[in-house]
């Protein structure tokens, strides 16, 4: 239904239901130098650390890596000029491969902006890209606890297919 009522109101009245939706609002572009700030606030609400005040330019110097390094690459969702999703990838040589492999770091959407398609079209770029550098497959990682996210990738048909382990040093 396109009219909602308006609560609060003595007598029913009712008002036209606006809905925003941000894929046909929200741009995709290649990062750029000076989105480094709010690619680290995206970071930290997918709960990455809080870089400490010593930490804040080296991280700025690691995300203008991933613009500048011809091996990586990194893109942004805009809605008008907020950063509101990212995505990070790398071209990997691997021994026992004759083409590259694509990894994806990092793939952020605001709480607020997900389910709108945003995190699909950033993949979807992604993807285009490995498939042009002619990658044998493009790979990504997700947190154990992220049930909802992994949904996302199977619903894209990315299947899982390892374990990954860590020792922090």
């Known amino acids: 239904n396109a009219f909602v009522p308006v609560k609060g109101l003595q007598h029913p009245h009712y008002c036209l239901k606006v809905v925003k939706f941000w894929s046909n609002v929200v741009q995709t572009r290649k990062a750029r130098k000076n989105d480094a700030k709010s690619i680290i606030k995206l970071l930290i609400e997918l709960g990455r650390p809080i870089p400490k005040k010593n930490e804040t330019r080296h991280f700025s110097n690691v995300v203008n890596h991933y613009i500048t390094d011809s091996d990586k690459s990194m893109f942004v969702a805009l809605d008008d000029s907020k950063i509101v999703g990212m995505v990070s990838i790398i071209f990997l040589p691997r021994l026992n491969q004759n083409r590259e492999e694509a990894w994806i770091p990092d793939l952020i959407i605001n709480k607020k902006y997900q389910k709108h398609g945003i995190g699909t079209s950033l993949l979807k770029k992604c993807l ?3 498939e042009k550098k002619n990658c044998y497959r ?4 997700s947190g ?3 049930k909802a996210t992994h949904k996302f990738y199977k619903n894209l048909k990315i299947k899982p297919f390892a374990l990954s382990f860590e020792k922090r040093i």
Not at 138 to 141: D, G, S, T
């Open 128 to 130: 285009s890209i490995a």
């Open 138 to 141: 493009i790979r990504l990682e």
């Open 144 to 146: 154990l606890s992220r």
